[in-house]
């Protein structure tokens, strides 16, 4: 079925972008014949307008490719009757959202102080985004706090609220959610960064970030762990327990 014909409020809601959808029919090739795919590909476009019914009218925020390529995500989930292991999906999923970071980590590198400048730049005017936004769209992502201590090259800021954990909430999809929350740490390393992350909007009662150059001294504090739900977590070193 084409885009233009699927049948959702498009003064509400938005459509997934093109990209995700390659990567969602990859992913459907890989492990379904031609006509088996087409089938479940129309089914999955279905499934994601059904999905919108139900979801707060989010179609005019400015980021709102991190609203609703998601849902498309859920959807395939959803649909296709046999369930991946989720690491198994974990690059397509990374390709998905933050392929463009690939590109990216060949000119920057966060530990050099001009490209840690840069970096605080861009995640400032998101920052700004979401604080503007949810004046206007309270179920959108809501913001914690933002700092940048220029002196160590180190971004903080937090989510307290995130429409995708509480997307998959409501459905019953949080197993899919950790390989999204994990591109983040994907995405950084492209960037010669570290995320230290303890919590998400799923686990916690916010997703924290504390972003710096993977040179940076407070990195090595941390290591990264995995729950038992996939998500990778940050826990500083001598907090451990043998």
Not at 127 to 154: A, H, L, Q
Not at 192 to 216: P, S, W
Request: aromatic residues 10%.
């Amino acid at each position: 079925m084409k885009e233009k014909d699927l049948p959702f409020d498009r003064s509400k809601h938005a459509i997934y972008t093109a990209n995700t959808q390659n990567c969602v029919q990859k992913m459907l090739h890989r492990y379904y014949d031609d006509k088996t795919s087409e089938d479940l590909w129309e089914k999955i476009q279905l499934r994601y307008c059904e999905f919108l019914e139900e979801e707060p009218a989010l179609g005019k925020v400015k980021l709102k490719v991190s609203i609703y390529d998601p849902i498309l995500i859920f959807a395939w989930y959803d649909i296709v009757p046999d369930k991946p292991d989720i690491e198994d999906i974990q690059q397509d999923i990374y390709d998905c959202f933050m392929s463009a970071f690939d590109k990216l980590g060949k000119v920057i590198n966060v530990n050099r102080k001009i490209d840690n400048r840069l970096m605080n730049l861009a995640f400032r005017k998101a920052n700004d985004i979401r604080v503007e936004e949810i004046k206007t769209f309270p179920e959108s992502f809501r913001m914690g706090y933002y700092n940048y201590d220029k002196k160590n090259g180190i971004v903080r800021y937090s989510f307290t609220r995130c429409p995708n954990a509480q997307f998959a909430k409501r459905h019953h999809l949080e197993k899919l959610m950790p390989v999204m929350c994990n591109c983040d740490h994907l995405a950084l390393r492209k960037l010669h960064a570290v995320l230290i992350r303890e919590g998400t909007c799923l686990n916690a009662d916010q997703c924290d970030y504390c972003i710096m150059g993977d040179k940076n001294p407070l990195a090595e504090k941390y290591e990264l762990i995995r729950n038992e739900d996939g998500l990778l977590l940050s826990i500083k070193k001598d907090e451990q327990t043998d």
